[in-house]
């Protein structure tokens, strides 16, 4: 059977009507835009905030679980969580009230509290790494991580997939271009030209990542176990293995990202898949959208790290942050992995993940549309190609600005909101089948009109 492929024409026709219906039902929202755009850069309180499909941001009144409110009074599945920051679902009752407990109790004090020991022991019991550290954020946890993997090593150079996204951490900037390294597009004020700190291979790539190691210069590869952040590239049987094997031979420790994939399960794509990295890094939803992140290290690592700490005190020695491991965190982490983000909710999450692939996967079908649908865990990505890409660059490829657009407006004009720049869905311990089919109806409809010919 011919596939058919979207009219462009139609497809802004469509657009259009969309913008002019979300003008019309986020009236509210335009004249927050408008206040807003005298006291902040951009009119939002972070500039991305502003590329969002439609003319301008929604403005949030409140989040409950699986849902969000706006100030026009229109009402959402939250598909998107915070772009993962969320998946714990908003507000769950056990982080909200030890949140609140905490606050009264003192938030942050450069001293440990009994927490940080309970959730040093969680984290162990959940990745199989023995030692472990906090920050704030899942890019601090990177670039720590880098840090310390560079002076436990005495190598310059990071090795990152190409495509990748760890935060905004300046090594992983850089992308395979002409057969080289550049910087990745859009690389605000780069610090240096990335190719004098980064290696970048595709994901899959055994004889690229082979050929870069042996330059001997690599102190950590930074991978996420399966791409996330250019769409779902999965690894094939294998790369792991291959992965782990390589990286030993050659000396350079295997740092696994698992701010995303912690939608593998309770221990991340790590413990399903049984990897064995040096160091492990995690952010994001640890601490139910507190700001929270860690990094764990093997036996070795540590000691070979605590071996290369130099004698004098490190205290503004490039790792740190003087928030970093407080007590309000600890404590939102600790209530977040005790009573939210635990292994009966995954058993709830991965099969509605399942569910949400299979009405993309029928509307699709119905309508003969060539796109392809990945899931990994809670988390599901539908793409605009029929093949599944295999690595970062035929992802970025297959990437289609103006669909993309296209079909997380018209899920928010009814009632669904997908994570931006992908059109990816992450199910929480909150979400319900309802939400799910609610998000497949919707689907459904704009690829039937997508389809249809005018
Ligand atoms: C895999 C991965 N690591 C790290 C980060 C950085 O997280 P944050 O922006 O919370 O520092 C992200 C953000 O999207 C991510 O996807």
Same mark, same amino acid.
């Given at each position: 059977?011919?596939?058919?492929?979207?009219?462009?024409?139609?497809?802004?026709?469509?657009?259009?009507?969309?913008?002019?219906? #979300?003008?019309?039902?986020?009236?509210?929202?335009?004249?927050?835009?408008?206040?807003?755009?005298?006291?902040?850069?951009?009119?939002?309180?972070?500039?991305?905030?502003?590329?969002?499909?439609?003319? #301008?941001? &929604?403005?949030?009144?409140?989040?409950?679980?699986?849902?969000?409110?706006?100030?026009?009074?229109?009402?959402?599945?939250?598909?998107?969580?915070?772009?993962? +920051?969320?998946?714990?679902?908003? @507000?769950?009752?056990?982080?909200?009230?030890?949140?609140?407990?905490?606050?009264?109790? +003192?938030?942050?004090?450069?001293?440990?509290?009994?927490?940080?020991?309970?959730?040093?022991?969680?984290?162990?019991?959940?990745?199989?790494?023995?030692?472990?550290? #906090?920050?704030?954020? *899942?890019?601090?946890?990177?670039?720590?991580?880098?840090?310390?993997?560079?002076?436990?090593?005495?190598?310059?150079?990071?090795?990152?997939?190409?495509?990748?996204?760890?935060?905004?951490?300046?090594?992983?900037?850089?992308?395979?271009?002409?057969?080289?390294?550049?910087?990745?597009?859009?690389?605000?004020?780069?610090? &240096?030209?990335?190719?004098?700190?980064?290696?970048?291979?595709?994901?899959?790539?055994?004889? +690229?990542?082979?050929?870069?190691? @042996?330059?001997?210069?690599?102190?950590?590869?930074?991978?996420?176990? @399966?791409?996330?952040?250019?769409?779902?590239?999965?690894?094939?049987?294998?790369?792991?293995?291959?992965?782990?094997?390589?990286?030993?031979?050659?000396?350079?420790?295997?740092?696994?990202?698992?701010?995303?994939?912690?939608?593998?399960?309770?221990?991340?794509?790590?413990?399903?898949?049984?990897?064995?990295?040096?160091?492990?890094?995690?952010?994001?939803?640890?601490?139910?959208?507190?700001?929270? @992140?860690?990094?764990?290290?093997?036996?070795?690592?540590?000691?070979?790290?605590?071996?290369?700490?130099?004698?004098?005190?490190?205290?503004?020695?490039?790792?740190?942050?003087?928030?970093? +491991?407080? *007590?309000?965190?600890?404590?939102?982490?600790?209530?977040?992995?005790?009573?939210?983000?635990?292994?009966?909710?995954?058993?709830?999450?991965?099969?509605?993940?399942?569910?949400?692939?299979?009405?993309?996967?029928?509307?699709?079908?119905?309508?003969?549309?060539?796109?392809?649908?990945?899931?990994?865990?809670?988390?599901?990505?539908?793409?605009?190609?029929?093949?599944?890409?295999?690595?970062?660059?035929?992802?970025?490829?297959?990437?289609?600005?103006?669909?993309?657009?296209?079909?997380?407006?018209?899920?928010?004009?009814?009632?669904?909101?997908?994570?931006?720049?992908?059109?990816?869905?992450?199910?929480?311990?909150?979400?319900?089948?309802?939400?799910?089919?609610?998000?497949?109806?919707? #689907?459904?409809?704009?690829?039937?009109?997508?389809?249809?010919?005018?």
């Amino acid at each position: 059977m011919p596939v058919p492929t979207v009219d462009r024409a139609r497809l802004t026709e469509l657009y259009a009507r969309e913008e002019r219906s #979300f003008e019309h039902t986020h009236a509210r929202s335009l004249e927050l835009f408008g206040r807003a755009r005298r006291s902040l850069f951009a009119g939002v309180p972070m500039h991305w905030m502003t590329e969002w499909a439609g003319p #301008f941001p &929604v403005f949030v009144e409140e989040a409950s679980g699986a849902r969000f409110s706006d100030v026009d009074g229109n009402e959402y599945v939250d598909l998107c969580l915070g772009d993962t +920051g969320a998946m714990t679902g908003h @507000a769950p009752e056990a982080a909200a009230v030890a949140v609140a407990e905490q606050m009264r109790r +003192g938030t942050t004090l450069m001293l440990p509290t009994e927490d940080s020991i309970w959730v040093g022991e969680e984290m162990t019991r959940r990745f199989g790494l023995p030692s472990w550290q #906090f920050a704030l954020t *899942a890019t601090d946890a990177n670039r720590f991580t880098i840090r310390l993997a560079r002076a436990a090593t005495g190598r310059p150079k990071v090795l990152v997939h190409n495509w990748c996204y760890h935060g905004s951490v300046d090594e992983t900037f850089a992308v395979i271009a002409d057969g080289g390294i550049a910087s990745r597009p859009n690389n605000i004020g780069a610090p &240096v030209d990335p190719s004098l700190t980064t290696r970048v291979v595709e994901i899959n790539d055994l004889d +690229g990542l082979e050929r870069e190691l @042996a330059e001997g210069d690599v102190a950590c590869c930074l991978f996420e176990p @399966a791409l996330t952040n250019i769409g779902i590239v999965l690894p094939e049987p294998g790369y792991h293995d291959a992965v782990r094997e390589l990286t030993s031979r050659h000396g350079t420790f295997l740092v696994i990202d698992e701010t995303h994939t912690l939608c593998s399960g309770p221990g991340g794509y790590t413990r399903a898949h049984d990897l064995e990295p040096d160091f492990l890094t995690v952010g994001k939803p640890l601490a139910s959208g507190v700001p929270a @992140a860690a990094y764990g290290m093997s036996e070795d690592t540590a000691r070979r790290v605590a071996a290369a700490l130099p004698p004098g005190p490190v205290d503004v020695g490039g790792i740190g942050g003087t928030l970093a +491991g407080n *007590a309000l965190s600890l404590r939102a982490m600790r209530a977040t992995l005790e009573h939210v983000l635990t292994d009966e909710a995954f058993e709830r999450m991965i099969p509605l993940a399942e569910r949400f692939t299979d009405g993309v996967e029928e509307a699709i079908g119905r309508h003969g549309l060539d796109w392809y649908i990945t899931r990994l865990g809670c988390r599901a990505e539908y793409g605009f190609q029929a093949a599944r890409p295999r690595t970062g660059g035929e992802a970025a490829a297959s990437m289609d600005h103006d669909l993309d657009r296209f079909m997380h407006l018209y899920a928010l004009n009814r009632g669904v909101l997908m994570t931006p720049f992908h059109n990816m869905a992450l199910m929480s311990p909150a979400t319900t089948a309802a939400d799910v089919d609610r998000h497949t109806a919707v #689907f459904g409809e704009a690829v039937a009109e997508l389809a249809a010919t005018g």
